[in-house]
């Protein structure tokens, strides 16, 4: 492809101008081409990768006092430790500052798509990651921004596309060639090109590292949210909790206030920003995708809801959800299965990481997002069922050494949330995002319950249970349950009629 592309390159720092001279700690040859690359050094002769003589000293300095602000280290000129680090870490390929030839001009460039509707189309898949996760990925990390920018996105299977995503390895063909593993992960062009381009030479994954500084994997997600940024026309931002930080980090999952100003300014000035957002997110039409097959349900693979013990229930938006392996189904009403249903679950959550392949707690927030829990993970996603956050359970002041939470439920009674493990549950403040203090208590203290639970539900006002194939009515009051529970679940909730297999089936499962 002949046509020549610049990366978007945008935003200025203002220098101070004091000068110290380093003779000690001077920069490799490296460390010279990576502050000409990224626009803290002028540029030099075409191809000359040699420390140039026409860098002084004190130009020298001045650069590493530009790097260092940028990333947020203290600008003391001096390449110590911490900013020797900042060259070897993972990040994006587009500059972080562009002057022009003439010293004293800085230009702060400002493109935008000049429609509303973008088209996007993933071009391949990665070694680590099929092109359909990416897909959803993508799908995902448009749908953070979308609603800051006013913008809806489309996804082309074949066609030319307004942003296309690609994993391509080394020099492929735009100036910018990508570096082997590690450092440079992706880049992105401005409008009106508006490419994605992934290094195909690190580990691409759907979900962060555990450990921040491992450095096998990179977050597809992480990394797609960033170049979407500049796709829509953001340069790098030096606040270090943006999404559009230069530097890569797996755990920044939503936009900062940062990201949204920048998108504001460029998309919503003439609106009432937030009221048009608010519309944008319920016309949102990236989720939920409903993708498959009308004759699914008579796969035989698919559970038998009446002969099955169901991973969770739980009340979302209303109504009931059943999660059983990687189906789920949808209830209006006790034993009416919504239209369509079962449907994989991955199909309605865009974004839940593969990993990901039971849902055994969920629950909605009181703020109507809806949090899904894995592990020591959860994975938040907005009404429209599009993931918006990820976080982990120390987020909601559990304790660090907690393996997994079994069930959480929001408790009409007093508003409050309860997280579960298997014989302990702690009580949260979402208001005031705190837990209530004296917990963990034990289950024990919910008498007549048995424990570990498998869900917990509000339906019709009153708080339910669910053990195997039972459950249990709950007495907020008497904090104990109803005398004549358990009742069996599939009959009750379930369009399953009593029989004497069935029978057989509950009675053997205690
Ligand atoms: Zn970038
Ligand atoms: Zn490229």
Redesign the pocket.
């Known amino acids: 492809m002949g046509r020549r592309l610049l990366l978007c390159l945008l935003l200025v720092v203002s220098v101070k101008c004091r000068t110290i001279y380093v003779e000690d700690a001077r920069p490799t040859e490296e460390e010279v081409s990576f502050m000409k690359r990224y626009g803290y050094l002028p540029e030099v002769a075409e191809g000359s990768t040699s420390l140039d003589f026409s860098y002084t000293p004190l130009s020298i300095t001045e650069a590493v006092r530009r790097l260092q602000a940028f990333a947020g280290l203290t600008p003391s000129g001096v390449i110590d430790s911490d900013t020797k680090q900042l060259f070897k870490k993972k990040r994006c390929g587009v500059k972080d500052i562009i002057t022009t030839s003439s010293r004293s001009r800085r230009y702060v460039t400002r493109e935008a798509w000049t429609k509303k509707d973008i088209t996007y189309r993933v071009l391949n898949g990665s070694r680590t990651l099929e092109k359909h996760r990416v897909e959803g990925q993508m799908a995902a990390a448009l749908a953070v921004w979308a609603p800051h920018a006013g913008l809806t996105f489309t996804r082309l299977d074949s066609g030319k596309a307004d942003i296309e995503v690609s994993f ?1 390895t080394l020099d ?1 063909g ?1 100036g ?1 060639p990508f570096d082997g593993p590690g450092q440079v992960v992706a ?1 992105a062009f401005c409008p009106p090109l508006g490419d994605l ?1 992934f290094d195909d030479d690190e580990v691409w994954s759907e979900y962060p590292a555990d450990d921040e500084e491992n450095e096998e994997s990179t977050d597809f997600f992480a990394a797609a949210v960033h170049e979407i940024g500049h796709a829509l026309g953001l340069a790098h931002s030096d606040v270090r909790e943006s999404v559009m930080y230069p530097y890569y980090r797996a755990r920044v999952q939503s936009l900062y206030e940062d990201d949204i100003l920048g998108m504001r300014a460029l998309y919503m000035k003439d609106q009432q920003a937030a009221t048009s957002a608010l519309t944008v997110q319920t016309e949102n039409p990236m989720a939920p995708r409903f993708s498959l097959d009308p004759g699914v349900t008579d796969e035989e693979d698919v559970p038998d809801l009446c002969y099955t013990n169901f991973d969770t229930i739980q009340v979302l938006q209303g109504k009931i959800y059943v999660f059983e392996e990687e189906w789920m189904w949808v209830l209006s009403e006790r034993k009416e299965i919504d239209p369509g249903y079962p449907k994989r679950f991955h199909d309605v959550f865009i974004g839940l990481p593969e990993h990901v392949d039971v849902v055994r707690t969920i629950y909605e927030k009181r703020n109507g997002n809806i949090v899904i829990f894995k592990d020591k993970q959860y994975w938040e996603f907005g009404p429209n069922f599009s993931l918006i956050k990820r976080g982990r359970l120390r987020d909601y002041r559990l304790p660090g050494r907690l393996r997994e939470l079994t069930t959480v439920f929001l408790s009409n009674y007093n508003n409050k949330t309860y997280l579960i493990d298997s014989e302990r549950f702690w009580r949260f403040n979402e208001d005031t995002w705190t837990m209530d203090k004296g917990y963990p208590k034990s289950m024990s203290a919910w008498r007549d319950l048995p424990y570990p639970v498998d869900s917990a539900i509000i339906w019709k006002g009153n708080t339910y249970f669910f053990r195997g194939p039972r459950f249990w009515r709950f007495d907020n009051a008497q904090i104990r349950a109803h005398p004549y529970y358990p009742l069996f679940t599939a009959q009750i909730w379930f369009p399953c009629q009593p029989t004497p297999d069935m029978e057989r089936y509950t009675k053997n499962e205690d």
């Open positions: 391509v492929h735009d910018s880049h381009h």
